[in-house]
């Protein structure tokens, strides 16, 4: 474990993808000392690879979203990461769903519908919900309403129409073969990391800034605070002298709730191309998104997200693999649940240091972002996925942000000689 140094000149907090792209950037400058303070006995926070049955499951990030934009990718590939390719087939999943192909084409025109009217709405004064957008007794609105709880991990009334429409979105979606969450943990090799040490409070009354940790306190001159939006909010770290602006904006941003539920496949099982996506109904928002054969692996990943996932969460695994189940019994006949079990499952909601999967904003809250990321006297700066202003919610928008904030960082000390220099 990484002692805890008394002084350092740039403090992370949170060894997650935008603690890691921050420690990156700053590891390029040689005079400047560096700690990254994580509370788990990991890197990777929201992204994590584990591997119960011999091939690896991705419990939070899995997908390198907008690939062909996302500076990870080629990042991946000088690392030997096999990157696989095959796009998932998200807008057409309503046929082997149990669809006709007419009424897939009527879901496909009216989402198209849904973005001409997110667009339209976002341009005018007064931000709205998702939901406002949604024609009176529409066809298609519990599955839009799904739809919301799987990409926003919230349902359409908690949603901002101003903030959903500045996310950008290649459409172009790939998989690491070897797992997200390994890629960050080649990514933060040799980085300084004191694990399992968490910051209770950021005091920034005087000229070094004090850290109390659960391990003893530390002066940094400069502090780069990555910690969920929850975290903040909740004040689990806090500010001395307070500060109400950034904890205004992190409520104004929170964390929705999307797990994972990974079932194993009996191979013998026939009839299921691998890369099947499915959803368990077409009429219900309380419905989970499957992945058959993902990779060609013997398994079944299931995905649900909102209000009910938060309920799942306190049930358990059982009660989340009978529902699942029950979905997958529906579609595919009785005969699967002989060839079924849960292998793995995930509560994100109730992880202490992440407490929610990714962050959306309420209603009125969208420029809470900019809000957030905004630096505090030049020597507070503030990273993560839910400070990026067009790729929040993601595992790379969170990288991307962090080299940003380190950016800004050794800006700031510009024409400065460093803490240890003093
Ligand atoms: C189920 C799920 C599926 C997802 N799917 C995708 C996907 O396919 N593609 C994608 O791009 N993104 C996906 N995401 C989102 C992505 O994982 C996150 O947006 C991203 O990883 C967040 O990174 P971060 O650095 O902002 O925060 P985090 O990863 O949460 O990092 C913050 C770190 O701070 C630590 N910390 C918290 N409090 C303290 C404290 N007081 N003291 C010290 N340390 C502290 C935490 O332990 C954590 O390690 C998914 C997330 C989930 C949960």
Same mark, same amino acid.
């Given at each position: 474990?990484?002692?805890?140094?008394?002084?350092?000149?740039?403090?992370?907090?949170?060894?997650?993808?935008?603690?890691?792209?921050?420690?990156?950037?700053?590891?390029?400058?040689?005079?400047?000392?560096?700690?990254?303070?994580?509370?788990?006995?990991? !890197?990777?926070?929201?992204?994590?690879?584990?591997?119960?049955?011999?091939?690896?499951?991705?419990?939070?990030?899995? *997908?390198?979203?907008?690939?062909?934009?996302?500076?990870?990718?080629?990042?991946?590939?000088?690392?030997?990461?096999?990157?696989?390719?095959?796009?998932?087939? *998200?807008?057409?999943?309503?046929?082997?769903?149990?669809?006709?192909?007419?009424?897939?084409?009527? *879901?496909?025109?009216?989402?198209?519908?849904?973005?001409?009217?997110?667009?339209?709405?976002?341009?005018?004064?007064?931000?709205?919900?998702?939901?406002?957008?949604?024609?009176?007794?529409?066809?298609?609105?519990?599955?839009?309403?799904?739809?919301?709880?799987?990409?926003?991990?919230?349902?359409?009334?908690?949603?901002? &129409?101003?903030?959903?429409?500045?996310?950008? /979105?290649?459409?172009?979606?790939?998989?690491?073969?070897?797992?997200?969450?390994?890629?960050?943990?080649?990514?933060?090799?040799?980085?300084? !990391?004191?694990?399992?040490?968490? $910051?209770?409070?950021?005091?920034?009354?005087?000229?070094?800034?004090?850290?109390?940790?659960?391990?003893?306190?530390?002066?940094?001159?400069?502090?780069? &605070?990555?910690?969920?939006?929850?975290?903040?909010?909740?004040?689990?770290?806090?500010?001395?002298?307070?500060?109400? /602006?950034?904890?205004?904006?992190?409520?104004?941003?929170?964390?929705?709730?999307?797990?994972?539920?990974?079932?194993?496949?009996?191979?013998?099982?026939?009839?299921?191309?691998?890369?099947?996506?499915? &959803?368990?109904?077409?009429?219900?928002?309380?419905?989970?998104?499957?992945?058959?054969?993902?990779?060609?692996?013997?398994?079944?990943?299931?995905?649900?997200?909102?209000?009910?996932?938060?309920? =799942?969460?306190?049930?358990?695994?059982?009660?989340?693999?009978?529902?699942?189940?029950?979905?997958?019994?529906?579609?595919?006949?009785?005969?699967?649940?002989?060839?079924?079990?849960?292998?793995?499952?995930?509560?994100?909601?109730?992880?202490?240091?992440?407490?929610?999967?990714?962050?959306?904003?309420?209603?009125?809250?969208?420029?809470?972002?900019?809000?957030?990321?905004?630096? &505090?006297?030049?020597?507070?700066?503030?990273?993560?996925?839910?400070?990026?202003?067009?790729? =929040?919610?993601?595992?790379?928008?969170?990288?991307?942000?962090? $080299?940003?904030?380190?950016?800004?960082?050794?800006?700031? =000390?510009?024409?400065?000689?460093?803490?240890?220099?003093?």
């Amino acid at each position: 474990m990484v002692g805890l140094p008394s002084q350092v000149d740039v403090a992370i907090i949170g060894a997650g993808g935008a603690g890691i792209g921050a420690a990156r950037r700053l590891g390029e400058v040689r005079s400047v000392s560096v700690l990254v303070i994580e509370a788990r006995n990991r !890197v990777g926070g929201r992204v994590q690879t584990i591997a119960p049955t011999g091939f690896p499951l991705d419990r939070g990030a899995e *997908w390198l979203h907008s690939a062909d934009r996302n500076p990870l990718s080629p990042v991946a590939r000088q690392l030997g990461f096999a990157i696989h390719r095959r796009r998932p087939e *998200w807008a057409t999943r309503l046929r082997p769903s149990g669809e006709t192909i007419e009424a897939e084409a009527d *879901w496909i025109a009216t989402r198209e519908a849904q973005a001409w009217a997110r667009r339209k709405a976002a341009a005018e004064l007064v931000d709205q919900p998702l939901s406002s957008l949604l024609p009176p007794g529409g066809r298609w609105n519990e599955l839009l309403d799904a739809t919301s709880t799987w990409g926003n991990g919230a349902e359409l009334d908690r949603v901002s &129409v101003k903030d959903y429409v500045r996310y950008e /979105d290649s459409g172009v979606n790939w998989r690491l073969r070897e797992g997200y969450g390994r890629l960050f943990e080649a990514l933060a090799e040799g980085l300084p !990391v004191a694990l399992e040490t968490s $910051v209770f409070c950021i005091d920034h009354s005087g000229q070094g800034i004090r850290l109390e940790t659960s391990r003893g306190t530390v002066t940094a001159a400069r502090v780069i &605070v990555t910690v969920p939006t929850s975290i903040l909010a909740t004040e689990v770290l806090r500010f001395d002298p307070p500060l109400p /602006d950034k904890l205004a904006a992190a409520a104004g941003l929170p964390l929705g709730v999307d797990d994972k539920l990974f079932i194993s496949l009996t191979n013998s099982f026939p009839g299921i191309e691998a890369d099947t996506f499915l &959803v368990g109904s077409t009429t219900s928002r309380e419905t989970m998104s499957y992945q058959v054969r993902p990779l060609d692996r013997p398994a079944i990943y299931c995905f649900f997200g909102g209000r009910w996932a938060a309920a =799942f969460e306190r049930e358990g695994e059982a009660a989340t693999f009978s529902f699942a189940a029950g979905e997958l019994a529906r579609l595919f006949g009785n005969n699967i649940r002989r060839l079924i079990a849960p292998l793995a499952s995930t509560a994100w909601l109730q992880d202490p240091w992440a407490r929610g999967s990714y962050s959306y904003a309420l209603p009125g809250h969208a420029d809470d972002r900019a809000t957030l990321a905004a630096p &505090v006297d030049n020597r507070l700066f503030f990273a993560g996925e839910a400070c990026s202003p067009n790729f =929040f919610s993601t595992a790379h928008g969170a990288y991307m942000n962090g $080299v940003t904030a380190a950016e800004a960082a050794l800006a700031s =000390f510009a024409g400065l000689r460093m803490v240890g220099q003093e």
